[in-house]
C-alpha cells in the first residue's frame, strides 16, 4: 500500500516532540542544536537523536560552522505525505478492480 | 484540523458494480471473502469489534463503528500512527450498486498511546496547508 519512503515520513513525524522540532524549523528557520533545545523540553542529546531521525528522513539538513551545527527543514521532503492521499485512492480503486473480479466469481 | 484539510486528505472512491447490494455485502464482511480483494482480517460485522488487517507490509488496527447490512459499514482504519474512517454506503441502482468508500479524518491514533500527542496529528495537517504553499 504504502512505498518506504511514506512509511519512513510517517515514522519519522509521529512522535510528538520530533514533530514539534520540525515545525519549529519550518516556521523559525534555521536553528542550532542548542537554541533547540531550550524550547524543546528535552535534552539535548535527546534533541539530537531526534534530529538524527529527522536528517535520514531527509526532513532537515544540517551545515557545520566552527563547533556549532546549524539545523534546517527541507519542506520538499514532505512530497510524499502530500501524494499520500493520491496513492491511497490507487490503493483502493486497485481493491475495487479485486472486489469486481471476486463478485463475478462468487455464488448469487 | 480545519475543513479544508480534512478535505483535501480524505479519499473518496466511487463506482457502479452490476451485482445487487446483498451480494457485494457479503464481499464487504465475510472474512475469507474480504480476503481476497482486501487483507487478511478477524473482521465480524458487529459494533465495537476490533479487528486488524494484515499485510506483507504490516497490519491495520480496525473497530467496527456502523453496521447497517446491505447499506452501510463503517470502521476506523489506524495504521501508521494516524487514525481514519472507511465507511462503504451501498445504494440500489437499476442495474445493481453504487458503491461507494470513503476514508476521512485522520486524525491521531487514540490506540497507539506512543505516539503521543492527541493534537499532534490534526494541528499537523492544519499547518501543513501553510508549509504546502512555500513548496515550488
Given at each position: ?8 515520513l ?7 516532540t520530533?514533530r ?13 542544536v ?33 563547533r ?5 527543514a ?27 473480479d ?7 | 484540523?480545519?475543513?479544508a484539510?480534512?478535505e ?27 480476503e ?34 446491505n ?20 445504494t ?31 494541528r499537523?495537517?492544519a ?10
Amino acid at each position: 500500500m504504502t512505498p518506504d519512503p511514506q512509511d519512513i515520513l510517517f515514522k519519522s513525524l509521529a512522535d510528538p516532540t520530533r514533530r514539534a522540532i520540525f515545525e519549529r524549523l519550518c516556521r523559525e528557520g534555521e536553528q542550532t542544536v542548542g537554541a533547540l533545545t531550550v524550547q524543546s523540553g528535552v535534552s539535548q542529546p535527546a534533541v539530537s537523536k531526534h534530529l538524527g531521525v529527522l536528517k535520514q528522513a531527509g526532513l532537515v539538513r544540517d551545515r557545520h560552522e566552527g563547533r556549532l551545527t546549524h539545523y534546517s527543514a527541507q519542506l520538499g521532503a514532505l512530497a510524499p505525505l502530500i501524494d499520500w492521499t493520491g496513492q491511497m485512492t490507487g490503493f483502493w480503486q486497485n481493491r475495487f478492480d479485486d472486489l469486481e473480479d471476486l463478485l463475478k466469481r462468487m455464488d448469487q | 484540523m480545519s475543513k479544508a484539510a480534512t478535505e483535501t486528505l480524505g479519499v473518496i472512491v466511487e463506482r457502479e458494480i452490476s451485482y445487487p447490494p446483498e451480494k457485494i455485502w457479503r464481499a464487504l464482511t465475510q472474512p475469507h471473502l474480504i480476503e481476497e480483494w482486501l487483507m487478511k482480517n478477524d473482521f465480524k460485522p458487529a459494533v465495537d469489534h476490533r479487528f486488524n488487517f494484515s499485510a506483507d507490509w504490516g497490519s491495520v488496527d480496525c473497530q467496527v463503528l456502523a453496521v447497517e447490512p446491505n447499506k452501510t459499514l463503517s470502521y476506523t482504519w489506524g495504521a501508521y500512527g494516524l487514525a481514519s474512517v472507511v465507511t462503504w454506503t451501498l445504494t440500489p441502482t437499476s442495474t445493481g450498486t453504487h458503491l461507494r468508500m470513503e476514508q476521512s479524518g485522520f486524525g491521531p491514533d487514540q490506540q497507539q498511546a506512543y505516539h503521543g500527542a492527541k493534537a499532534g496529528w490534526p494541528r499537523f495537517f492544519a499547518s501543513l496547508e501553510a508549509l504546502l504553499a512555500r513548496i515550488e
